[in-house]
């Protein structure tokens, strides 16, 4: 006989924000909001279209909200991530990354069925296949050809490789080339202001002479795709992108929040974990309820969120497997140290591992639960 | 009209183990069941039980497994943990850990209607709301005091506070003190095998202290709980275990793959990420499609796995969201890379998290697909 026994939601609409079950993931909607009109409008002030990454946050309510503030689509780094965002009704997606195998190309080209899609490529081989895919399935694909602007990750480096690309590219009826891939993750933490500015203007160069061998050969080239959240101030004045992607900017992780900020653009801490102390026996140090498996610390460890900037007096100093070690920042803070059974919000160090931990975001406003948004892409990697 | 598009399973009984779809996670079905064969045989050999942690793997099937062989019973971390494991039938769990607020106190105990359950504590607040959970409940719970026997996370140092929670528990009829829980995290990767016995000798003098103050109290400890997959060996001999909770062991990822085992008790590497080569547009290394999504980095990268050892010629070098890095050991060697859509299999650096991002584990045997288990409490960190 099976046992009818479900787990409680860890929250619910209408309830207070202090009594979400934890460890759980929690998003500001106030400050979420801001978010997403703040990039919008930066890319309308230049006329720049704005292609959020979909990766950041696998959620297809948040795609929904940028496209009704104004994006033109998302932005999918897997085949099999896209498939909630088209079953939500999102009908512009650009896989921003290589496929690599029959399966993948023709799970591509069954999807491109329903959405318009695009993918990346830089191979010939990869071509092929997208071509014999689409052909079999009887779809269109939008193909980039991704150039290395100095990533030196995936992306052709001899502008050669890519007019040869182009050029296999056009021998297939099904596809249609549509641009340039031109992105560099290298730069995007790159801590001082002046850095990240000089790092994106040599990725911008290095993306003007690939459009100017393009231009050259009589190439068309609509779309010209990069940026993240680190760079984009900067590749939206370069003159070389007619769209960005960026995504963490709707929650601004504490990686990105370690980025100094001289310029104009600049985003709220959105999203944070609600952990409880759930031993204090040591004494010097209290142990909260999220560790490895409710944050990514690939990038560092979360920081301590106490009435709007990060704690004067708290550090979460370990994590472990479902543990979080927490130590006052002085020894004669001791004294003061959290209450068992308290609670605190943790900024996550990286933000699109950690929501890829969790089925749900839990939406709050004005100390409310508003909103469960399911994670409905997590998990979906292939 | 809702979208009809479901992702095609990555792996069917009967196929081929390399046409598994990448990333996916894999289990050497022989490997694994050697490993549940040599801990069990280990401790039947000394009489200890063996309640092997559910929380390296989440996955009933594997839990199934073990107690098929001699298992007393199981562990979990989190309460939400054991739901899926009291649905598959696992009717003795223990909650190695202590647990904060009403909210999973109730959950507890509405559970512990289902199963034999048993949790720990290290302060009297958490027994009192157990109490005040279970009188609710109507339903009976087993508690341990946990001790702190060197890693300082959880458990009471003083042997007072020990005594102090020994009656406290004896004050609530619902409430059973079923012994001590002594874990010590800390030793369970160092390196040297001296230096874990060493480790694992302090912390077995320290849990002998706090059994010798409890039986001059007079009070009755039948069980005495710990040991970790990298210090059972030694807690086995200890003389103060009367059960064992080690996890990792039935797959031994990388961290514990890097510990020196002098020995007798060793397990193999069962465990690994299928992962498909996606680009070689850099020409001196490879990008494959298995990042910081389909495996945890906190304990060191993962290690390229080929005919039964580590590679002597490639290295995974780094990880991002969905790329990994793979560059050849030598320069010499670049002529030498994986091609586009070749495959190669990854052992994870940290199993237990690694196992928190997949929905299910390939299980393969002489080349062949044979089960697709569900990681059923995957996420389910509450």
Redesign the interface.
């Known amino acids: 006989m ?2 009818a ?4 939601p ?1 929250a619910r609409p209408g309830q207070p924000a202090d009594t979400i ?4 993931l929690v998003l500001d909607l106030d400050l979420f909001a801001a978010n997403v009109d703040r990039m919008q409008a930066a890319a309308d002030r230049r006329g720049i279209k704005l292609r959020p990454h979909a ?1 950041a946050h696998k959620c297809p309510d948040i795609s929904l909200a940028q496209i009704a503030r104004g994006a033109v689509g998302i932005c999918c ?2 085949v ?1 991530e896209a ?1 909630p965002f ?2 939500a009704g999102v009908r512009d997606i650009h896989i921003s ?5 029959p ?2 190309a023709a ?1 591509l080209a ?2 491109a069925r ?1 959405a318009t899609l695009s993918v990346c490529v ?2 010939i ?2 071509v092929d296949a997208l071509a014999a895919a689409t052909a079999a399935a009887g779809s269109k694909l939008g193909v980039f050809v ?1 150039v ?1 602007v100095g990533q ?6 001899d502008p050669a ?1 890519m007019l040869a690309l182009v050029e296999r590219i056009a021998q297939h009826g099904q596809l249609t080339m549509r641009g340039l891939q031109a992105y560099h ?1 290298g730069i995007q933490h790159l801590r001082g202001w002046n850095e990240r500015r000089d790092g994106a203007a040599q990725a911008a160069d290095r993306t003007g002479s690939f459009i100017a061998r393009l231009n050259a050969a009589g190439v068309r080239c609509d779309v010209v795709t990069g940026g993240g959240s680190g760079s984009v101030e900067f590749d939206l004045g370069s003159g070389v992108y007619t769209e960005i992607q960026p995504g963490s900017y709707v929650f601004m992780d504490a990686d990105y929040g370690a980025n100094d900020y001289a310029g104009a653009l600049r985003f709220e801490h959105s999203l944070f974990i609600a952990t ?8 010097d ?1 209290v ?1 909260v ?2 560790g ?3 944050m ?3 990038s560092g460890l979360p920081w301590i969120w106490a009435d709007g900037k990060q704690s004067a007096t708290l550090d979460y100093v370990a ?5 979080g ?1 927490v130590k006052p920042k002085h020894e004669d803070l001791v004294g003061k140290l959290p209450a ?2 308290s609670r605190m919000m943790l900024v996550p160090g ?1 933000c ?2 950690t929501l ?4 749900e975001i839990v939406g709050i406003r004005a100390g409310v639960v508003e909103s469960v948004w399911p994670v409905s892409a ?5």
């Open positions: 099976p046992i026994f479900d787990l409680p860890a079950d934890t460890p759980s990766k780094q897997k099999s498939i088209v079953r990354n290589e496929v690599a195998g399966a993948k799970l069954d999807l329903l830089d191979d081989a990869q991704e290395n030196g990750r995936c992306g052709v480096t490789a993750g409880s102390v759930m031993s204090v026996a040591a004494g140090r142990v309820d999220a490895l498996k409710s990514a610390v690939d994590a472990n497997d479902e543990h070690i068992l059974g990286h699109d591992p890829n931990l969790y089925d997590r998990g979906l990697s292939r």
